[in-house]
């Protein structure tokens, strides 16, 4: 980890610098794939999940047997965990359902807008170092409240060629409607053009390492819509001297432990609270299972000592976490000076980890920086909303000079004449 006081904002974009592959090897190495699975198919997919994740399988569909006996092999405790996570999510994200409403911009002119789901979408569900069926929750769930007629789930097998089991269970659990044993950029590319197992999507969520990003990014020359560039996770603590040392390096960890390629970053304007923190960092690093991983992320993370909780608000806003979390006395003073974020966590009891599981905000938020320009997942990702007018003569009368003296002043004549025509017609 990289220690830093008081760095002078010259400095500041060195120190938001995220770790990032060469983006020539990445693409090159992503539209090969494409060019693979294009070819291929569910051969191609097949063959990667040997290259990659060392599984070997006969079939890249996972049958309904299958998805019922793994509902078998999930405890019941877990099972509690996960209906009670659902049920939050649930009731979070349909409170995003609008309620349609008319406007009437001039007299006999009404405006509204509507929403419709996008038919098919893909969602993309980590496994490898962690299966992630908590992704599972986040996606799906609003998937099918906003009505998607087809869930399509991909994710990348174990060595014994099966999914986690407890994926397969929330899948079926949340309105899945397929679900298909393939990973990386292989699976996004597969989402992408169809295979013969797998159908073409509408829109691709999920979140993934650098491979799958870039992989999202190519699937748009498909005219593939994403959710947004989700990518290696991400932390920021920001603390005072209110802040409980044990607390924020177990939020640290708690997203170095994603991966080597993770980063966290903790501001504090409290040097004990700093020295404190290092220490506790380091102390529970050594008792964790994944610590070679979340070892690893660390070397490209930072701690810093700040001189106010302004200058640590200015250098977030700069670095658009997409994780925040304040760790400071009277947190909410704070949340209007909050540009950038993909999600917040107030206090020193609203740990990342409830975000991420259970609390029932969507845990796929954007990364590298993103959040200055993209929103988390919400049910308004899965959903396309269309304008309505409807124009009575009156309304064509009140407004239609305004829009004749507009077509006429850009040369539109057509554009004028279906107005003029409407108003000439004879009663």
């Known amino acids: 980890m990289k220690i830093s006081k008081y760095p002078k904002k010259e400095i500041w974009t060195e120190l938001v610098q995220r770790p990032v592959l060469k983006r020539e090897k990445l693409t090159e190495t992503v ?13 191609a997919l097949i063959a990667f999940n040997k290259k990659f994740d060392n599984a070997e399988v006969e079939s890249i569909s996972v049958s309904e047997q299958e998805i019922n006996e793994a509902e078998i092999l999930v405890d019941k405790v877990l099972k509690s ?7 939050n999510i649930e009731k979070f994200h349909a409170s995003q359902i609008p309620q349609d409403e008319k406007t009437e911009t001039i007299k006999g002119v009404v405006c509204w807008r509507e929403n419709r789901a996008i038919g098919k979408v893909g969602i993309y569900i980590p496994g490898g170092t962690a299966p992630l069926f908590s992704t599972v929750l986040m996606l799906a769930i609003p998937a099918r409240l906003a009505g998607c007629r087809e869930i399509i789930l991909c994710t990348p097998p174990g060595k014994d060629g099966k999914i986690h089991p407890a994926i397969l269970y929330t899948a079926k659990l949340c309105g899945v409607t397929e679900i298909f044993r393939t990973g990386g950029a292989q699976a996004v590319a597969a ?17 993934g390492n650098q491979y799958v990003v870039a992989a999202k990014e190519f699937a748009q020359q498909y005219r593939v819509a994403v959710d947004m560039p989700a990518g290696p996770s991400e932390v920021l603590v920001m603390a ?13 960890l708690s997203q170095a432990e994603h991966g080597s390629d993770s980063q966290v970053i903790f501001l504090t304007t409290d040097e004990k609270i700093l020295r404190e923190t290092v220490k506790e960092t380091e102390k529970q690093l050594a008792l964790l299972p994944r610590n070679e991983l979340a070892a690893a992320a660390l070397k490209n993370s930072h701690f810093i000592l700040m001189e106010t909780v302004e200058e640590m608000l200015e250098f977030s806003n700069v670095y658009a976490p997409e994780h925040l979390i ?31 599981y259970a609390s029932g905000t969507n845990h796929t938020l954007p990364t590298n920086g993103f959040a200055r320009n993209y929103s988390g997942v919400s049910l308004d990702s899965f959903v396309k909303k269309i304008t309505f007018q409807e124009l009575s003569a009156e309304g064509l009368r009140n407004l239609g000079t305004t829009i004749e003296t507009m077509a006429d002043a850009e040369g539109l004549f057509a554009h004028k004449n279906a107005v003029s025509i409407r108003l000439k017609e004879k009663k």
């Open 31 to 43: 539209a090969g794939i494409f060019d693979e699975v294009s070819e291929k198919g569910d051969r």
């Open 81 to 87: 965990a996960i209906l009670q996570a659902k049920e």
């Open 326 to 356: 304040l760790a400071l006395g009277n947190a909410e003073q704070y949340i209007s000076g909050i540009e950038n974020a993909g999600s917040v966590f107030l206090g020193n009891y609203s740990c990342e980890s409830a975000g991420d």
């Open 240 to 252: 005072d001297e209110q802040a409980v040392p044990a607390f924020c390096a177990a939020d640290l």
């Open 191 to 207: 989402m992408t053009l169809g295979t013969e197992s797998i159908p073409a999507v509408y829109k691709i969520f999920g979140p």
